[in-house]
Protein backbone atom coordinates (compact mmCIF):
# COMPACT_ATOMS: atom_id res chain seq x y z
CA UNK A 1 0.00 0.00 0.00
CA UNK A 2 1.32 3.24 -1.02
CA UNK A 3 -0.24 6.84 0.00
CA UNK A 4 1.91 9.43 -1.98
CA UNK A 5 0.40 13.01 -0.81
CA UNK A 6 1.35 16.29 -2.85
CA UNK A 7 0.47 19.83 -3.74
CA UNK A 8 1.83 21.36 -0.30
CA UNK A 9 3.82 24.52 -0.24
CA UNK A 10 4.01 28.21 1.05
CA UNK A 11 1.52 30.93 0.59
CA UNK A 12 0.30 33.76 2.01
CA UNK A 13 -2.61 34.41 4.46
CA UNK A 14 -6.10 34.12 2.65
CA UNK A 15 -4.27 32.06 -0.26
CA UNK A 16 -5.20 28.72 -1.53
CA UNK A 17 -4.07 25.37 -2.55
CA UNK A 18 -4.92 21.97 -3.61
CA UNK A 19 -3.86 18.69 -2.26
CA UNK A 20 -3.51 15.65 -3.81
CA UNK A 21 -3.10 11.59 -2.64
CA UNK A 22 -2.77 9.26 -4.80
CA UNK A 23 -3.58 5.48 -3.73
CA UNK A 24 -2.30 1.70 -4.43
CA UNK A 25 -2.29 -1.52 -3.00
CA UNK A 26 -5.73 -0.64 -1.85
CA UNK A 27 -9.15 -0.98 -3.52
CA UNK A 28 -9.83 2.65 -3.19
CA UNK A 29 -13.32 2.97 -3.99
CA UNK A 30 -14.55 1.01 -0.52
CA UNK A 31 -12.34 2.95 1.75
CA UNK A 32 -13.46 6.18 4.06
CA UNK A 33 -10.79 8.34 3.42
CA UNK A 34 -8.91 11.12 5.44
CA UNK A 35 -6.60 14.00 5.72
CA UNK A 36 -4.52 14.80 8.87
CA UNK A 37 -2.32 17.29 9.72
CA UNK A 38 0.24 18.05 12.52
CA UNK A 39 1.92 20.55 13.21
CA UNK A 40 4.94 21.05 15.01
CA UNK A 41 4.63 20.00 18.82
CA UNK A 42 1.48 19.02 18.20
CA UNK A 43 -0.49 15.64 17.97
CA UNK A 44 -1.95 14.80 14.06
CA UNK A 45 -5.48 15.36 14.16
CA UNK A 46 -7.82 14.43 11.36
CA UNK A 47 -8.98 17.70 9.38
CA UNK A 48 -11.41 16.31 6.74
CA UNK A 49 -13.05 12.97 5.93
CA UNK A 50 -14.44 11.54 2.94
CA UNK A 51 -16.82 8.31 2.84
CA UNK A 52 -16.78 5.66 0.00
CA UNK A 53 -20.50 7.39 -1.03
CA UNK A 54 -18.71 10.61 -0.92
CA UNK A 55 -20.43 12.15 2.75
CA UNK A 56 -18.00 14.33 3.81
CA UNK A 57 -17.03 15.65 7.26
CA UNK A 58 -14.72 19.01 8.40
CA UNK A 59 -12.68 19.84 11.60
CA UNK A 60 -14.62 23.00 13.24
CA UNK A 61 -11.60 25.25 12.76
CA UNK A 62 -11.26 24.16 8.77
CA UNK A 63 -15.35 24.42 8.04
CA UNK A 64 -16.19 26.65 5.00
CA UNK A 65 -12.45 27.18 3.66
CA UNK A 66 -11.60 23.41 2.84
CA UNK A 67 -13.46 20.97 0.79
CA UNK A 68 -12.59 16.92 0.67
CA UNK A 69 -13.41 15.27 -2.44
CA UNK A 70 -12.06 12.00 -4.27
CA UNK A 71 -11.92 10.03 -7.62
CA UNK A 72 -12.42 6.94 -7.60
CA UNK A 73 -11.30 6.00 -11.23
CA UNK A 74 -8.00 8.25 -10.21
CA UNK A 75 -7.78 6.43 -6.52
CA UNK A 76 -7.05 9.90 -5.32
CA UNK A 77 -8.20 12.21 -2.88
CA UNK A 78 -7.97 15.83 -2.74
CA UNK A 79 -8.34 18.59 -0.16
CA UNK A 80 -9.02 22.10 -1.61
CA UNK A 81 -8.03 24.90 1.47
CA UNK A 82 -9.19 28.39 1.02
CA UNK A 83 -8.59 31.37 2.85
CA UNK A 84 -5.43 29.61 4.02
CA UNK A 85 -4.38 30.95 7.92
CA UNK A 86 -1.34 31.09 9.61
CA UNK A 87 -2.85 28.36 11.84
CA UNK A 88 -2.67 25.70 9.01
CA UNK A 89 1.01 25.44 8.69
CA UNK A 90 1.36 21.80 9.51
CA UNK A 91 2.45 18.65 7.43
CA UNK A 92 -0.93 17.23 6.07
CA UNK A 93 -1.40 13.73 4.81
CA UNK A 94 -3.63 11.26 3.59
CA UNK A 95 -5.21 8.05 5.43
CA UNK A 96 -7.88 5.82 5.88
CA UNK A 97 -10.63 6.20 8.29
CA UNK A 98 -9.70 4.70 10.63
CA UNK A 99 -6.03 5.32 10.14
CA UNK A 100 -4.09 2.24 9.45
CA UNK A 101 -0.01 2.59 10.68
CA UNK A 102 0.99 1.34 8.21
CA UNK A 103 -0.23 3.58 5.38
CA UNK A 104 1.10 6.74 6.42
CA UNK A 105 2.97 8.20 3.69
CA UNK A 106 5.95 11.34 3.23
CA UNK A 107 3.40 13.94 3.55
CA UNK A 108 3.33 17.50 2.09
CA UNK A 109 4.17 20.38 4.01
CA UNK A 110 1.89 23.71 4.01
CA UNK A 111 3.38 26.39 5.44
CA UNK A 112 1.08 29.59 5.35
CA UNK A 113 3.06 32.52 6.12
CA UNK A 114 3.38 36.26 5.26
Known amino acids: VQLVESGGGLVQPGGSLRLSCAAS????????MGWYRQAPGNQRELVAD???????NYKDSVKGRFTISRDNAKNTVYLQMNSLKPEDTAVYYCNTIPALSSYWGQGTQVTVSS
Open 50 to 56: ITNGGNT
Open 25 to 32: GIIFKIYS
